[in-house]
């Protein structure tokens, strides 16, 4: 009997969006009138604001409404951040293993990237002593995903400090990819960069409700963007047509306000997984990874199989129906990424498949 397919290969949760942010979307459509209409003539895009600057004051600094710039998702904020603070020859600097998503964008822009590594020695952690080798003239942004995708790295407080000092030194923006920040386990804790002395005023907040709220196919983000950036990422929004549907808006300002009660119970069955997932993947022979600090993604070394990771993954999907992320994408082929966007049941099948799998190698 074929066995079921599982997919893993992008990180989609396994939930819908909490009952309450359904049901504010669906008042919102069948009342009619501004919640269907263009929001620029209604009030919802500010309601929507205010409930942003509400929301981010409990995280990090405070802001005004006019700071917050709504997307139609996450990655249109992220592609305004990037497109308001650099331009075709300048660099950025990155870390790497990176998030896919930074490079497709700027290799479409014309940027450099300048990728400092993330070492498994450290946890996936930045070698702080050499940050100063990846920075040159051309330089004019930091980008930073943190918790970072694929690592689950959460950068310190100190760490953060020093990036910071380096940018306040060279004046380069910073473009803070936050999507996962309520996804931290303990003993860690997320630092909102712009919340350090001197980084408010240069960090432009990528945010999105796709991961914290389980709704990657509603469309919604947003960016936190200072005075300086504001004008040229109003003008790259309206070129790319980045307005989310107003009825969303009304939906997000209900996520916000209300309880934090949903984010917990994910926060603490992503921990779940984690923690059966990890152990487990190092028990496999040939397989290893660590106990990633953020996010819901295991970063598996598989080196020792000695095959690219497109290659591994092709196969496992062939033998096993099983399919995952080639490492390749974020900038090390020879590891496989993992989303735990899946019950413990269904990562305990997945690990078998797995084993069933490396045996063949």
Not at 215 to 243: C, D, F, H
Not at 285 to 304: D, P, Q, V
């Amino acid at each position: 009997m074929p066995k079921d397919f599982i997919n893993l290969s992008g990180g989609d949760p396994d939930v819908e969006a909490p009952s309450w942010v359904i049901e504010a979307a669906i008042k919102s459509i069948k009342k009619g009138g501004p919640g269907t209409h263009y929001s620029h003539v209604t009030s919802i895009p500010y309601e929507f604001q205010n409930s942003v600057v509400k929301y981010y004051s409990t995280i990090g600094p405070k802001y005004e409404t006019k700071d917050v710039l709504p997307t139609a998702g996450g990655s249109a904020a992220l592609y305004i951040a990037l497109a308001s603070t650099l331009k075709k020859g300048d660099e950025a600097l990155l870390w790497n293993p990176v998030y896919a998503g930074h490079p497709w964008i700027l290799d479409e822009m014309g940027i450099k990237m300048n990728l400092a590594p993330l070492n498994p020695e450290t946890n996936y952690h930045p070698d702080l002593e050499t940050l100063e080798n990846y920075i040159t003239p051309k330089t004019k942004a930091i980008i930073l995903c943190n918790p970072a995708n694929p690592t689950g790295t959460v950068f310190t407080k100190n760490e953060l400090k020093a990036i910071g000092d380096h940018a306040i030194d060279k004046d380069l923006a910073i473009i803070s990819d936050e999507i996962y920040l309520h996804y931290v386990y303990p003993p860690h804790k997320f630092t909102a960069p712009s919340s350090l002395p001197g980084l408010k005023e240069r960090t432009i907040n990528v945010m999105s409700f796709s991961k914290t709220y389980s709704m990657t196919g509603w469309r919604l983000g947003y960016s936190i963007i200072p005075e300086t950036y504001m004008k040229k990422a109003q003008a790259v929004a309206r070129m790319i047509a980045a307005r989310p549907a107003t009825f969303t808006l009304e939906a997000g300002s209900a996520a916000l306000n209300g309880n934090f009660k949903y984010i917990e119970e994910r926060r603490n069955e992503y921990q779940k997984r984690r923690d059966y997932f990890i152990p487990a993947i190092n028990q496999m022979e040939g397989l290893s990874t660590h106990l990633f600090e953020g996010a819901f993604y295991a970063w598996i070394n598989a080196k020792s199989v000695e095959l690219k990771s497109n290659d591994f993954i092709n196969r496992l999907k062939e033998k096993e129906n099983v399919e995952l992320s080639p490492g390749g994408m974020f900038g090390d082929d020879t590891y496989i990424r993992v989303p735990l966007t899946q019950p413990v049941s269904v990562l305990k099948d997945v690990i078998e498949r797995m084993k069933k799998f490396m045996n063949t190698l």
